[in-house]
């Protein structure tokens, strides 16, 4: 009978601690390797050399087991390509089926799988068949190209919440810088008084709620703490106001208001009447009857 099983590289068998005789001997190794090229299957394989798939794996991943690994690649390199040579078989030669009426064999006929001839095609001569494409996806290679997707699409949906993030934070820091140019704007406008009085009631909101007290609870227990911390919460909000104008405390020109600056009377004395106005002379008559009046004839 001619030997069947394809030229596999030699390799180094994987050393073992004990020889035991159900063990993955050196023969039993070579000839795992060689029932894996004819078969294609590690369990196919396994069951040949009659040994577990799960001592197969523990021995390709032992660390002295690179000749192993290579021959057991090699191996399954040699199964791919039988099941490429079945499948042309099949393109070109079909499958025979067998053919009952009333249970008896009447026919043998032959049937052809045109989709399976279109992919030997597309995948032996792409140039050609392909359409200048690559080969087909295999199953393993639309598996990663889903989770690649997955991967993607996680990937851009974070880089839009970032970037919706950072947007959300200028828009604030915006509305934020605004808010606080017409809070300095409303502050800039109070008067000295209006200023003393507005920083006294802040001043006394922050003391009442370090002090404990909440609106519902009677004032008086928390009075005399909220007066005690009082001092420090008024400097507290003085520092964050801005600083007075220059022309909020400037004494008025004596120019501009003599008459507000004119001394008082004494107990006594009448007061000092004001000057007469000086009379306006009066102005001629005009020759021609009478005539309307303009903004002119009142000294517009």
Not at 151 to 163: D, F, I, T, V, Y
Request: neutral net charge.
């Amino acid at each position: 009978m001619p030997d069947r099983t394809p030229a596999l590289p030699a390799f180094t068998p994987v050393p073992r601690a004990k020889d035991r005789s159900n063990g993955w001997k050196p023969e039993v190794q070579r000839a795992f390797i060689e029932a894996l090229a004819e078969t294609g299957s590690v369990r196919a394989a396994c069951r040949r050399v009659g040994r577990s798939d799960r001592g197969a794996y523990q021995l390709l991943h032992h660390p002295e087991a690179a000749g192993f690994r290579a021959a057991w690649d090699a191996a399954l390199a040699f199964g791919v390509r039988r099941i490429e040579d079945g499948a042309m078989d099949r393109a070109l030669y079909g499958v025979e089926e067998q053919v009952f009426y009333h249970g008896e064999l009447r026919a043998v006929r032959r049937r052809f799988n045109e989709r399976l001839v279109m992919f030997m095609l597309r995948n032996r001569a792409p140039d050609r068949f392909g359409e200048g494409k690559s080969k087909g996806l295999s199953a393993l290679d639309k598996a990663t190209l889903r989770k690649r997707e997955k991967e993607w699409r996680a990937a851009w949906e974070e880089e839009q919440r970032r970037l919706d993030d950072e947007r959300r934070q200028r828009t604030h820091a915006k509305i934020d810088a605004w808010l606080g140019t017409m809070h300095r704007n409303r502050l800039a406008t109070m008067s000295p008084a209006q200023r003393e009085r507005q920083i006294a009631a802040d001043a006394q909101a922050r003391a009442d709620k370090a002090a404990g007290w909440s609106p519902g609870l009677p004032y008086g227990e928390f009075a005399a703490d909220a007066a005690a911390l009082l001092p420090r919460f008024v400097a507290e909000v003085e520092a964050q106001w801005p600083p007075l104008e220059p022309w909020a405390w400037e004494e008025p020109d004596d120019a501009d208001h003599a008459a507000d600056s004119a001394p008082a009377p004494r107990p006594g004395e009448p007061a000092a009447l004001p000057a007469p106005a000086a009379a306006e002379p009066e102005r001629p008559a005009e020759p021609g009857g009478p005539r309307v009046r303009t903004l002119k004839d009142d000294g517009w």
